[in-house]
């Protein structure tokens, strides 16, 4: 089992940045790709970033050049820093992280933490 917490979600206006941090602990040792998925209000959840664990980071065209994904594989932490920030960046955030164990692969998700960027 892997757990995960995310924190640094907050109010910023449009402009503005925030840093997102996520925490894993349980068997981490099992955790391949590390990711943060973030959900508006009416609308699915969708990718923000992901990273592998050589720190190889995809990100979609809507987020590609404001936020940057990091990684400390060393303290089982992913990081978001989240720049340029518009409006419609507001959701809420949640940390992922897909285990690889001999049984298969299980996606783990955070509770979550809640980004508003006013205009």
């Known amino acids: 089992q892997v757990q995960l917490v995310e924190s640094g979600g907050g109010l910023v206006q449009a402009g503005g940045s925030l840093r997102l941090s996520c925490a894993a602990s349980g068997t981490v040792f099992s955790i391949d790709v590390m990711g943060w998925y973030r959900q508006a209000p009416g609308k699915q959840r969708e990718l923000v970033a992901i990273i592998s664990v050589g720190g190889s980071a995809k990100y979609p065209d809507s987020v590609k050049g404001r936020f940057t994904i990091s990684r400390d594989n060393a303290k089982n932490t992913v990081d978001l820093q989240m720049d340029s920030l518009k409006p419609e960046d507001t959701a809420v955030y949640y940390c992922?992280?897909?285990?690889?164990?001999?049984?298969?692969?299980?996606?783990?998700w955070g509770k979550g933490t809640l980004v508003t960027v006013s205009s």
């Open positions: 992922n992280a897909l285990s690889r164990a001999p049984g298969g692969a299980m996606d783990y």
